[in-house]
Each structure stands twice: as C-alpha cells, then as structure tokens.
C-alpha cells in the first residue's frame, strides 16, 4: 500500500524553513543591487542573507556590542532623568 502524497504538504518533517516576505522601496532596492555587484552574487535572497550575516557580526563584534550598549545606557539614563530633548 503507498502513502497518497498532495500537493502543497510537507512530508518531510525535519526540514523546516521560514519564510520571509518583505517589501522594499527604490532605495533599498538601489541598496541590495549594488550589494549584489559587491558580493558578485545574482540571487536577491543570498544576498540579504549575507548582509544580514555580515550585520550580524559587525555588531556582535565586542568593540561595536560596547558602542551600542554605551548608547542605550545614555538613551536610558535621559529617560530616567526627564531629559526629552534628543528625541
């Protein structure tokens, strides 16, 4: 006896991706084309894939991760003490 298989369902159970839609303006659009000359890559979904990867590592970096958490301490501290006028 075999398994009916439809169209559209995933059988394989282990393999489960995410799917991302998004919408981009022309200057994002400008953005991943010149990424993609950069990156000599032809596919726009490796190409945000990758810049997301390199964004995710320049900003984990720990000379970055310290900029970025002396800008939330003083974003917070201003907060704290009424401070309004940087927004």
Do not use: W
Request: proline content about 2%; overall charge positive.
């Amino acid at each position: 006896m075999t398994i009916e298989k439809k169209p559209f369902v995933r059988y394989d159970e282990k393999t489960k991706n995410d799917v991302i839609s998004l919408k981009i303006n022309k200057e994002e659009r400008e953005i991943i084309n010149n990424a993609k000359k950069i990156l000599e890559q032809t596919k726009d979904g490796t190409t945000i894939k990758t810049l997301a990867l390199i964004g995710y590592k320049s900003i984990t970096t720990p000379k970055i991760e310290y900029l970025i958490n002396q800008i939330f301490r003083n974003k917070r501290n201003n907060e704290r003490l009424g401070i309004n006028d940087f927004n």
